[in-house]
């Protein structure tokens, strides 16, 4: 027997754990405004952080499964489009991603959510919450 509960959103969440090297520098700016701006994180021999990821999806309960989204699945995606990516790597040089594009947490939050989104079904929200340090964190989505 299924048993009709009060539709209300819930939210289910995936944590994860990345080790990332990074520089944050502007190639537009001179070498003073850089540093200015991003001091050490503006080292050019790069510098690492060991990132903690929390993936949050939110809809409501599948009255079939009991799931918002499978776990194993929400898992899966981050491994592959995530921790494959970004694990042990240099953002700067060694992804498509952030060639161009300066690798604060803001941006690397808005890329994990981007990679994540086609496969987390529409009817979901998507939000991401990105630890650089146990102190800084951001997040981004719905």
């Not at 995936?14 to 990332?20: G, L």
């Not at 510098?47 to 989204?69: A, C, F, Q, R, S």
């Amino acid at each position: 027997m299924i048993v009709k509960l009060r539709s209300m959103k819930t939210t289910v969440c995936r944590e994860a754990h990345f080790n990332s090297a990074h520089r944050l520098h502007n190639s537009e700016w001179s070498d003073d405004r850089n540093q200015a701006v991003f001091g050490k994180c503006n080292n050019p021999t790069y510098h690492g952080h060991n990132y903690d990821l929390i993936v949050k999806v939110t809809g409501d309960v599948d009255p079939e499964t009991g799931y918002v989204m499978d776990m194993k699945i929400l898992k899966d995606l981050i491994e592959e489009h995530v921790i494959e990516a970004f694990d042990h790597k240099n953002l700067n040089l060694d992804t498509e991603e952030f060639k161009s594009l300066n690798p604060t947490a803001e941006n690397i939050a808005r890329v994990i959510y981007e990679k994540l989104r086609p496969g987390i079904g529409e009817d979901l929200g998507l939000r991401i919450v990105l630890y650089e340090t146990r102190r800084n964190f951001v997040e981004y989505g719905e």
